[in-house]
Nanobody, 120 residues
């Protein structure tokens, strides 16, 4: 069994910064990639950023230059450093990871989500 636990959400003012964390735990053999998704109010969930096991990163156009995704492989943890946040960044942020567990094929796992609200 694998669990992704997110933390770090909350209320932040426009122009401010916030860092989200997501730790994967369980019978993990390898993590291929880890990602952050967001779901703004009334909209579908979509990809924000991804980091692979080799450190390659990819970002949605809306966050390029403002958000940075990083990964601590030893801790099975991914971070999303959010800078110069905007009201449009308000959303529930979900952690996603493609994980190989012992004796199993790779699977996608999701965290429970953490709310980020950007407001003055």
């Amino acid at each position: 069994q694998v669990v992704l636990e997110e933390s770090g959400g909350g209320l932040v003012r426009p122009g401010g910064s916030l860092t989200l964390s997501c730790e994967a735990s369980g019978t993990i053999y390898n993590i291929d990639y880890m990602s952050w998704y967001w779901q703004p109010p009334g909209r579908q969930r979509s990809l924000v950023a991804t980091v692979t096991d080799t450190g390659t990163t990819n970002y949605a156009d809306a966050v390029k230059g403002r958000f940075t995704i990083s990964r601590d492989t030893a801790k099975n943890t991914v971070y999303l450093h959010m800078n110069n946040v905007k009201p449009d960044d308000t959303a529930v942020y979900y952690c996603n990871a493609r994980i190989v567990t012992v004796g199993s094929l790779p699977r996608n796992f999701w965290g429970q989500g953490t709310q980020v609200t950007v407001s003055s």
